[in-house]
Every structure is written in structure tokens, then in C-alpha cells.
T-cell receptor, first 113, second 114 residues
């Protein structure tokens, strides 16, 4: 089974709201990722967690706050977002970092009003 | 640095036509190469992969061969179906500071007409 699940599927939020995106995998993977994808563009890496520790932060604004509570779960906390943050947010996982195959979830489509 | 270049789309084909989507890469060492597919309104699905030179990845009738001499990983399918309409991304994983990063091409949109 190579399933990564994400909730919610869709999210609409105002610029003053606080919300969270959730990602879960039960493949025993030790690396998890957040990507942002704008329309007609490839995904852009935001964060990488390796063994539950943040290993890469691609200069993402602090209004995005990742959290990895355990090896199966990855959250992305959102606060004071801007309309330009509207996008598809994808979670992925892999056995480890390096030359490992990444498996993606279905994504959360976020609209910031 | 590492990069992936794939042919610009959109590509429009009739059902049962032959498909080729070109992908070339620049990377140090020996990257792993991937094709991902994104159907409308969905996330990315791994289509196929190859981890060393001359490896052929295949899945659902799609194939791609890791050609180190031409730094290419072209995607092919002998007979496309309407259900193959999607965006296809070529990608690689690299070494060093980008370890763990997937480097994507810009994507190629495929539309298959009945």
C-alpha cells in the first residue's frame, strides 16, 4: 500500500483565520514533505521532515508552520495567509531522504479570501 | 545545479495514437528519474521510475528508459486512451544540498480526443 491521505480536501479561509492541514501515511516512511502547487506549475518544495525533525525549510514565510507529531503524521498550520497563498498543497512521503521514491497525497485545495 | 527540461505542451492526440513526451536532465552523479502523472483536480501519482542507467521503467502501457549518454528519460506509450488525458511531470532526485528534493520539469499537458 502506497497511500498518503490528506484532510481536508478543500479549505476556504479568511486572512485572519487559523487553520491546519493534515497528512498521514502508514508505510513506515521516515521522510515527509510539504509542497505548494499553483495552477499550471510543477509542485514547489516547502518543507522536509526527516525522522520527525525539520531538515529543509525552503525560505517559507512564517505564516506557514509545519509540525510532525509522530512518524506517521504531518501538519501544516496556517495563520494570516494572503490571497496569493491560494494553491494546492501536497504532502508526500518517502522511505528516507535521498534517492527515494516520493509518494504523494491527493492534496488540499486552499482558497484564501 | 540539477534541472529537468521537458517538452512544452499542450500535446493533443487522437485515441490509439503513439505518444512521446521528451525529457532531458542535468545532474551530477547518478540521479534517480521519475515520471509522475496528475489527473485533473488530483494529486500526483507515480507513473514509473528508473534508478540507474539503461533501466526501463514501465507501468500501464507507459515506458521510459534511463539514457545516461543522452541524459534523457523520454516517456512513450504505444496507444493512448482518452483516460490518459492528464499533466505529466518528469522529475529527478539529486545529491548534495538538494538531497531529498524532487526536481520537476514544467509539466506537459496531454489531451486525448476520441
Amino acid at each position: 500500500d502506497t497511500e498518503v491521505t490528506q484532510t481536508p480536501k478543500h479549505l476556504v479561509m479568511g486572512m485572519t483565520n487559523k487553520k491546519s492541514l493534515k497528512c498521514e501515511q502508514h508505510m513506515g516512511h521516515r521522510a515527509m514533505y510539504w509542497y505548494k502547487q499553483k495552477a499550471k506549475k510543477p509542485p514547489e518544495l516547502m518543507f522536509v521532515y526527516s525522522y520527525e525533525k525539520l531538515s529543509i525549510n525552503e525560505s517559507v514565510p512564517s505564516r506557514f508552520s509545519p509540525e510532525c507529531p509522530n512518524s506517521s503524521l504531518l501538519n501544516l498550520h496556517l495563520h494570516a495567509l494572503q490571497p496569493e497563498d491560494s494553491a494546492l498543497y501536497l504532502c508526500a512521503s518517502s522511505q528516507d531522504t535521498g534517492h527515494m521514491t516520493q509518494y504523494f497525497g491527493p492534496g488540499t485545495r486552499l482558497l484564501v479570501l | 545545479g540539477n534541472s529537468v527540461t521537458q517538452m512544452e505542451g499542450p500535446v493533443t492526440l487522437s485515441e490509439e495514437a503513439f505518444l512521446t513526451i521528451n525529457c532531458t536532465y542535468t545532474a551530477t552523479g547518478y540521479p534517480s528519474l521519475f515520471w509522475y502523472v496528475q489527473y485533473p483536480g488530483e494529486g500526483l501519482q507515480l507513473l514509473l521510475k528508473a534508478t540507474k542507467a539503461d533501466d526501463k521503467g514501465s507501468n500501464k502501457g507507459f515506458e521510459a528508459t534511463y539514457r545516461k549518454e543522452t541524459t534523457s528519460f523520454h516517456l512513450e506509450k504505444g496507444s493512448v486512451q482518452v483516460s490518459d488525458s492528464a499533466v505529466y511531470f518528469c522529475a529527478l532526485t539529486g545529491y548534495g544540498g538538494s538531497q531529498g528534493n524532487l526536481i520537476f520539469g514544467k509539466g506537459t499537458k496531454l489531451s486525448v480526443k476520441p
